[in-house]
């Protein structure tokens, strides 16, 4: 299940031969399927299609495992770092607000772009209802919440986010159909606190759809199943390719934006979190504000406890809240830091553990 994300090369090199676009007349629909997993490329694609095409579009892919978080969320606070550090899961920020999803291989992405009226722009059930209607020809009963997102029973299996973007909105979601529910809650438990004005995540019970179907069919066939629905939605049956420059512009964003640190962890609100620091004299507390992604003040609120592990904390502002930053941090002031009796191992980990 922890299959490691394939290279932005390998995919690049899938990308163009292999992908095919249903092209649907009824309210000027284009569907397009994206057969490609690397979660960087989907998630750029997004925006490319936002803001470089006047079509409506709807687009179904899946990602490899990734956690993809909402435009203004911390992404500290959305994840359990060590998890999905050690499990080299990579964490991606979308352009739409919203709460952290986790995708992988058993999960049905969905992607609509819309012109609408500016004075109306958001209105989740234009889209929301198109799932459901789909899901209902499947024979499963569907209700949806107040916050938009898709439920059987008391069981989560789809939620939703948008964005707009002049006269378009961008709507997306999940269809959780045979995803790793383990790995999800493992990935979206996070081990620390943090508190600040970004917006947390909803919690909710979820579930996978795959054993509800009337009939045992796999991922692949049930997106066959959900493309012929559309197509008979929709109304036309065509296919049209990629161009050539919207690959290049897409493989473009991957590198210059949605690969960064700065967009995926330092874009975020100003946010404050605590550290124990132990040493052979006794554990050190250090109140932490971050903003624009840097350590912007550090406080002690007992300064006479360690006066020389706290001078050397205080160097730490201005330096960026990320593990190679602390551990450069941690090698140019080693020395110090062991006379102050920390033990190296302990002064990382209590960081982000």
Request: proline share 4%; with cysteine.
């Amino acid at each position: 299940m922890f299959s490691h994300q394939l290279s932005l090369q390998t995919e690049t090199d899938r990308f163009e031969p292999i992908i095919h676009i249903y092209l649907y007349n009824r309210k000027q629909m284009h569907i397009y399927y994206r057969p490609f997993t690397d979660p960087y490329i989907n998630i750029a694609a997004e925006e490319y299609f936002i803001k470089n095409t006047s079509e409506d579009i709807c687009m179904i892919w899946i990602n490899q495992p990734s956690v993809i978080i909402g435009k203004h969320q911390n992404a500290y606070a959305e994840i359990n770092y060590p998890y999905t550090t050690t499990h080299n899961i990579p964490v991606i920020r979308r352009i739409s607000g919203g709460g952290a999803v986790y995708h992988d291989m058993g999960n049905v992405n969905f992607t609509f772009i819309k012109q609408v009226d500016k004075s109306y722009p958001v209105d989740f059930s234009r889209f929301t209802n198109i799932i459901v209607d789909f899901m209902q020809s499947l024979g499963i009963k569907v209700e949806t919440s107040k916050r938009n997102s898709l439920f059987i029973g008391d069981l989560k299996f789809s939620g939703h986010a948008e964005h707009v973007f002049h006269d378009k909105v961008l709507h997306h979601g999940t269809i959780l159909f045979e995803t790793d529910l383990q790995t999800l809650n493992s990935c979206l438990q996070p081990e620390k606190l943090y508190m600040g004005k970004a917006p947390a995540s909803v919690r909710s019970h979820v579930g996978n759809i795959a054993s509800l179907l009337p009939h045992t069919v796999d991922i692949q066939k049930f997106i066959d199943l959900f493309i012929e629905w559309l197509q008979s939605y929709f109304n036309v049956n065509s296919t049209f390719a990629l161009p050539t420059d919207a690959i290049r512009i897409i493989n473009q964003l991957v590198e210059t934006k949605y690969k960064t640190w700065g967009w995926n962890y330092g874009y975020s609100p100003v946010y404050n979190f605590h550290i124990d620091i132990p040493t052979k004299q006794g554990g050190v507390r250090t109140e932490i504000k971050v903003e624009n992604g840097k350590f912007a003040e550090l406080n002690f609120p007992d300064n006479r406890t360690n006066n020389l592990l706290i001078s050397i904390l205080r160097r730490m502002t201005g330096i960026m809240y990320k593990e190679d930053e602390i551990n450069t941090f941690v090698k140019n002031n080693l020395h110090e830091l062991e006379l102050a009796g920390v033990k190296i191992v302990n002064f990382k980990n209590s960081f982000f553990r």
